[in-house]
């Protein structure tokens, strides 16, 4: 009886994959072809993504969710067959750099981008996506404090910034440039310029200046609008595309919350460029 059960638990399955059709290839990344774009969530990623996609293949993706395919992600990696052929990538990524976790493995990068952004804008925003697209219920102050702790995905902002940019015993095996989101919203033509540079793509003033304009933050939104699982009544993918949103608050406990990042924080935000508001919510010593 048993062998007879098991020789039709084996035709069973051989009947299911018969059926089944194969799964598509996945486009797969090379650290020694590829460069990556390393960004914390909610750093200006889509929007830098958007910008090198037309550098690097001299096309307009028509939404938010085509750029995947010219600056392919390594969380939802694309099928093979909708990224057009190149001899380089530039894949996005938002892990952090450690020995643990992440793709590529720890000493494979070769070539990495880092786009840094102020973390109390970046506060407000993934606060508002995350309670957007999840069951998590949690105020802004509430979200500080699981922020700063790491019980939010990926890490704490400190940590993935301190993994990539602190100082270390030994040279990075890796190239590494950085840009900041805030320089892209002052002076989005010069910095798209750079991005060229570093991207290996050799393109006049004129196309830069199309680029810009092709990537505002009014087209951005228009491609949002594109995509029907982005279209969120509550919440909008495509920010402002300002700095210094964080200003704006006005609740106590909102205020708060930035205090508690900052405090948290406060090092690596000097170290970044990025000073505190000076405010603080904890008692002062006795």
Not at 104 to 109: E, I
Not at 149 to 154: C, D, E, L
Not at 198 to 207: E, H, I, M, P, S
Request: proline letters at 8%; charged letters at 25%; hydrophobic letters at 40%.
């Amino acid at each position: 009886m048993p062998l007879f059960t098991g020789k039709l638990a084996a035709l069973s399955r051989r009947h299911r994959q018969a059926k089944s059709p194969p799964l598509p290839e996945r486009f797969w990344p090379d650290p020694a072809r590829d460069i990556f774009l390393v960004t914390y969530p909610r750093s200006g990623t889509t929007w830098v993504s958007c910008i090198a996609a037309e550098l690097l293949f001299a096309i307009s993706p028509e939404n938010l969710l085509e750029i995947r395919s010219f600056v392919p992600d390594v969380h939802v990696l694309p099928e093979i067959s909708a990224v057009p052929v190149a001899n380089r990538y530039l894949v996005k990524s938002h892990f952090p750099l450690n020995s643990v976790h992440g793709f590529p493995p720890y000493g494979d990068y070769r070539r990495v981008i880092y786009l840094i952004r102020d973390p109390r804008d970046i506060l407000l925003s993934y606060h508002g996506y995350v309670r957007s697209l999840s069951n998590y219920s949690g105020d802004l102050k509430e979200f500080a404090m699981d922020w700063i702790a790491g019980r939010i995905w990926p890490c704490s902002w400190q940590e993935h910034v301190n993994s990539w940019l602190a100082p270390r015993l030994r040279t990075a095996p890796f190239e590494l440039t950085l840009f900041r989101y805030e320089d892209f919203v002052t002076d989005a033509i010069g910095q798209t310029e750079i991005l060229a540079k570093v991207l290996g793509v050799d393109v006049g003033r004129a196309r830069i200046e199309e680029i810009v304009t092709d990537t505002s933050p009014h087209s951005m939104r228009e491609r949002e609008t594109k995509v029907k699982d982005m279209t969120c009544p509550d919440f909008n993918f495509i920010g402002p595309a300002k700095a210094g949103n964080w200003k704006q608050l006005q609740s106590k406990d909102d205020r708060d919350a930035i205090a508690i990042l900052e405090e948290f924080a406060r090092d690596t935000m000097q170290q970044a460029g990025y000073e505190s508001s000076a405010r603080s919510i904890l008692p002062a010593a006795q």
